[in-house]
């Protein structure tokens, strides 16, 4: 069995070879599909072969996989050898990479589906428009700011009650040029964003694991699909500790000699995309009648809101492990307003609304009451359970601290005896 390892760049990949005759430098192959094909056709099945994670990484291991027995995708980032190294070229970074695939050293990555990688990609191109969008409404908003106009008397100055209030403006010509153009950048991005999401709610609706996310209050169909194009397949992780850690939600831990443990702040070592989503979401949960509002509120008061807001946000990824593993519904779901997210996908991915439209109720007046105060009342029970937790009372004796011993008389069968003297002492 060889081992191959390919330094991926835009124009070629280096290539190393290492069998039982040694290590070697195989030059280089052109990175297009038809140059990469003859490469792998010259593979034989029982090799493996290790990749740089880059973004054509994903397209080469497609088609080096039917030919060789595994294929490696590397994170260089955790490579010491590579990525704090004095001497690095091509060479030296395919030399290097094939040596640690040889020896089992090469942390590898986890490569997603087709289904994954196009939600990743549509995700992505979405956080790119709405950043645009943002920085659009920004510069009208400072417009508004140099001409002393105050602060818009509505919450979105681009909405259609807004384009009238600046309609009505007295301002100079320069400055309605520049905000003409800004709203029509916020049209066209408005658009954009609107067939991105189409495709989204398709993806959905195809996607028990989006679906049954959306059963939890306050998980819209973006973060939803955020959480599933980040984490992919929920199995692989084997708790739900795993998991937050994967997304960086877990808390650094320093302790050394006899000193505590000390928790600092989370470690952000996953995808930002989904800790943001998280935190976006539980903005929305503990607004909600529920278990996850009582949980917020009762850390709040000891900790602060911002510390309880990426508690809240850890408790959503732990939910999250719990739903896709067990493939069950939120337990304390609301249906009406679960059916009501569907039908609105349904009715994106017909005519691409991205308002709910009148005369599509889902479910009664009555219906919905009766859910809240079917939520507000599991509400109420975890804050009692959590209430009746009764702490552990201090340990006494010999064992409550190293080297000390009890001040109190011992009880049963041990009182009276005398005590065995240390030969150490």
Known sequence: MRSIALDVHRDFCE??????EGLRLAGRVKTKPEELELFAQSLAPDDQVALEASEPALAIAR????????????????????????????????????????A????????????????????????????????????????????LKGKPPMSD????????????????????????????????????IGLIERELANQALDSDEIRRLMTVPGISLVSAATFVAVVGDAQRFSSPKKLVSYVGLDPRVRQSGETPARHGRIS???????????CEAAWVAIRTPGPLRAFYERVRARRGAQVALVATARKLSVLFWHLLTEEQDYAFERPTLTRRKLRGLELKVKDGRRSWPSGHAVGTKQDREREREFAEQVETAYRRLVAD????????????????????PSSGKQRGRASVPNPAL
């Not at 590898?108 to 994954?116: I, K, Q």
């Not at 937790?389 to 109190?408: D, I």
């Open 15 to 20: 290539v190393a070879i290492k069998d039982a």
């Open 63 to 102: 088609i080096l996989e039917p030919h060789v027995g595994r294929v490696v995708i590397a994170n260089t980032r955790k490579l010491r050898a590579i990525a704090e190294s004095k001497v690095k070229t091509d060479k030296l970074d395919a030399s290097t990479l094939c040596e640690l695939l040889a």
């Open 104 to 147: 089992g050293y090469l942390p590898a990555v986890w490569s997603p589906d087709e289904f994954t990688r196009a939600l990743r990609r549509r995700l992505q191109r979405r956080a790119k428009l709405v950043r645009s969008r943002t920085r659009a409404k920004n510069e009208c908003h400072a417009v508004l700011a140099r001409n």
């Open 157 to 192: 100055v681009c909405g259609m009650k807004g384009r009238h209030w600046l309609a009505a403006l007295q301002l100079p010509a320069d400055e309605s040029e520049t905000v003409a153009c800004c709203l029509r950048e916020v049209d066209f991005l408005d658009h954009e």
């Open 268 to 278: 952000k070592q996953g995808s930002p995309e989904a800790r943001h989503m998280l």
């Open 389 to 408: 937790w009764q702490p552990k009372a201090p340990r006494s004796g010999a064992g409550a601290t190293r080297g000390r011993a009890s001040s109190k």
